[in-house]
C-alpha cells in the first residue's frame, strides 16, 4: 500500500547515533532522550544532536561511545562510572565536564576550547594536557598519577586542584588570577606563589619542600 511505502521511506531518512552500552542507553531511555524506549543499541540522532545538558552520572556506564553525537553538549556529567576511555573531541561546545571517579587512563580535551571546569578527579591519568584550554576557570585533578601538569596559558584559573599526584614541580608563576591552589601529597621539592596575590587558599601538606615564601600572598586566609 502506498501509506507503507510513505513511512519506510521516512524511517529510511532517519539518522542513528550507536550506543553500545546498555546502561548508557537506559539512562538515556530514562532521561526520555532515548525516544525509542527499547535497548537496540543505538538512539536517533535528531533526539541527542540539539540537547545541551546531559546527566548520567552513577549508572554503571563502561563505555561513553555515542557522546559525539551530543554535538551541542555544554555540560556533561559521567562521574562514578566505569569509564575508560571518554572522546569528547566532537563536543566542541562543552563549557563543563565532570568525569571524576571512573577509571581513564587518558583523556583529551585539546579540541574543547570552550572549557571553563574541568573535573576529572580519581582517575588514571598519567597525563593532562590542558594547553588549549585557555578559559579554564576551575580545573579538579587531584588523585590521579599526573608526573607533571602545564597551566601556564591557563591565565584564567582560579581554582586548580592537584593534590594525591606524582608531580616535582608545579609553574603557578602565570595563574594570576588564582585564589585557591591544592597541590598537597605530591613530591614539590619548591613553589614559587609570589605572583599570586589573589590566594587565598593554600593545601601544600606532604611534600618535599625546605622552604616556602609566602610574604606576597597578604590575601592568604588558609
Known sequence: PASNFVEDEAECDEVFTAIPDS?????????GIDTNSTI????????????????VVNKNISDLTGIEGFISLTNLDCGDNNITNLDVSNNLALTELFCAFNQLTSLDVSNNTELTFLNCNVNQLTSLDVSNNTALELLFCSSNQLTSLDVTNSNALS?????????????????IALTNLNCGDNSLENIDVSNNIALQTLFIFNNQLTSLDVSNNTALTF
Open 23 to 31: 546502561n548508557f542507553e537506559q539512562a538515556l531511555i530514562d532521561l
Open 40 to 55: 537496540d543499541g543505538q538512539v536517533l540522532t535528531a533526539d541527542i544532536e540539539g540537547l545541551r545538558f546531559l546527566d
Open 159 to 175: 581554582v586548580l586542584s592537584c593534590g594525591g599526584n606524582l608531580l616535582t614541580s608545579l609553574d603557578v608563576s602565570n595563574n
